[in-house]
């Protein structure tokens, strides 16, 4: 035994005696012999230079000196018992990086909230945000260039989809076919295929809205006709007030941008999406995952 650990015991009989007034019952709450408990004493008796304890016919009682070192001798366990739980508390901190995925607005996604509670929760988890659109996001989970994110799916597949991925759908929402301010002609009482003769702003392949329309639009056979390429809300939402063609937006903007701007929303049709959070199935149990799917839940409960 070190000395170290044996002066902490010595400490430990000295002050369990002080308490208990006897040599036998500090032995058995340490489950050591009497003899032992003894030794220990005499040593720190010796090592002090202080008589430490009288024998009464009742037990043991400390004298002046002992009660003046007990204070001491206990925030000395006290100390090491800190530290102690100091050690165990940093080996089950959670740390390391965590690359994460965003689309849309921070607000739709509740990332704020997020990203409170993880670092709330595991501070020394380091979060590396990404912003993309849903497929591109999608593709670097399943590729472990991030480690979670955000992704868009047609409502029908927000339960299903890829067995590799690890899957939560956090809220269901409508898309809107949107037009320019004094199209309502052009769009009211309008089916797709009425629709998709008019000016479209095209998005690339991996964001939503377009994967949304090719399921549409590609049963039929048709193509929209494309007047613009635009792969971010803003810019879509300028070029709709500007007049230059219709586009998909989520219903709550649609609404408050049709009430604000005039914009008009086609009565006949709508697509229904679903918002989910993913990572790779074969991950979601390391520490640092099972920390963000944990801060997901109680962002999103």
Same mark, same amino acid.
């Given at each position: 035994? *070190?000395?170290?650990?044996?002066?902490?015991?010595? %400490?430990?009989?000295?002050?369990? /005696?002080?308490?208990?007034?006897?040599?036998?019952?500090?032995?058995?709450?340490?489950?050591?012999?009497?003899? /032992?408990?003894?030794?220990?004493?005499?040593?720190?008796?010796?090592?002090?230079?202080?008589?430490?304890? $009288?024998? $009464?016919?009742?037990?043991?009682?400390?004298?002046?000196? =002992?009660?003046?070192? %007990?204070?001491?001798?206990?925030?000395?366990?006290?100390?090491?018992?800190?530290?102690?739980?100091?050690?165990?508390?940093?080996?089950?901190?959670?740390?390391?990086?965590?690359?994460?995925? *965003?689309?849309? @607005?921070?607000?739709?996604?509740?990332?704020?909230?997020?990203?409170?509670?993880?670092?709330?929760?595991?501070?020394?988890?380091?979060?590396?945000?990404?912003?993309?659109?849903?497929?591109?996001?999608? /593709?670097?989970?399943?590729?472990?260039?991030?480690?979670?994110?955000?992704?868009?799916?047609?409502?029908?597949?927000?339960?299903? =989809?890829?067995?590799?991925?690890?899957?939560? $759908?956090? $809220?269901?929402?409508?898309?809107?076919?949107?037009?320019?301010?004094?199209?309502?002609?052009?769009?009211?009482?309008?089916?797709?295929?009425?629709?998709?003769? %008019?000016?479209?702003?095209? *998005?690339?392949?991996?964001?939503?809205?377009?994967?949304?329309?090719?399921?549409?639009?590609?049963? %039929?056979?048709?193509?929209?006709?494309?007047?613009?390429?635009?792969?971010?809300?803003?810019?879509?939402?300028?070029?709709?007030?500007? =007049?230059?063609?219709?586009?998909?937006?989520?219903?709550?903007?649609?609404?408050?941008?049709?009430?604000?701007?005039?914009?008009?929303?086609?009565?006949?049709?709508?697509? @229904?999406?679903?918002?989910?959070?993913?990572?790779? /199935?074969?991950?979601?149990?390391?520490?640092?995952?099972?920390?963000?799917?944990?801060?997901?839940?109680?962002?999103?409960?």
């Amino acid at each position: 035994m *070190t000395a170290a650990a044996m002066d902490l015991q010595i %400490l430990r009989a000295f002050v369990l /005696a002080a308490r208990e007034g006897s040599v036998s019952r500090a032995a058995a709450r340490l489950h050591l012999t009497q003899p /032992a408990v003894s030794l220990q004493l005499k040593r720190l008796a010796e090592d002090t230079g202080l008589q430490l304890f $009288t024998r $009464t016919p009742h037990g043991l009682a400390l004298t002046a000196d =002992g009660a003046a070192l %007990l204070p001491q001798a206990e925030r000395v366990l006290a100390a090491v018992g800190d530290l102690q739980q100091a050690a165990r508390n940093l080996q089950s901190t959670v740390r390391g990086a965590l690359r994460i995925g *965003t689309i849309l @607005d921070p607000e739709f996604t509740r990332l704020g909230m997020f990203l409170r509670e993880l670092v709330e929760s595991a501070p020394q988890i380091e979060t590396e945000l990404r912003h993309g659109m849903s497929g591109t996001v999608l /593709a670097q989970v399943l590729r472990g260039e991030l480690d979670v994110g955000f992704h868009l799916d047609a409502d029908g597949d927000a339960d299903g =989809g890829d067995a590799a991925l690890a899957a939560r $759908t956090l $809220t269901r929402f409508t898309y809107r076919v949107v037009a320019p301010a004094g199209w309502g002609p052009q769009v009211t009482g309008r089916d797709w295929k009425a629709l998709a003769a %008019l000016p479209w702003l095209a *998005t690339p392949p991996e964001s939503a809205h377009h994967r949304l329309l090719e399921r549409v639009f590609g049963p %039929l056979g048709l193509a929209p006709r494309r007047v613009a390429l635009v792969d971010q809300e803003a810019s879509m939402l300028d070029l709709l007030k500007s =007049g230059v063609g219709l586009s998909l937006l989520r219903d709550s903007i649609a609404i408050r941008e049709s009430q604000a701007h005039g914009l008009v929303l086609a009565d006949r049709v709508q697509l @229904d999406c679903a918002l989910r959070f993913v990572s790779l /199935a074969a991950r979601r149990n390391e520490p640092v995952i099972a920390s963000a799917w944990d801060a997901l839940t109680r962002a999103w409960t």
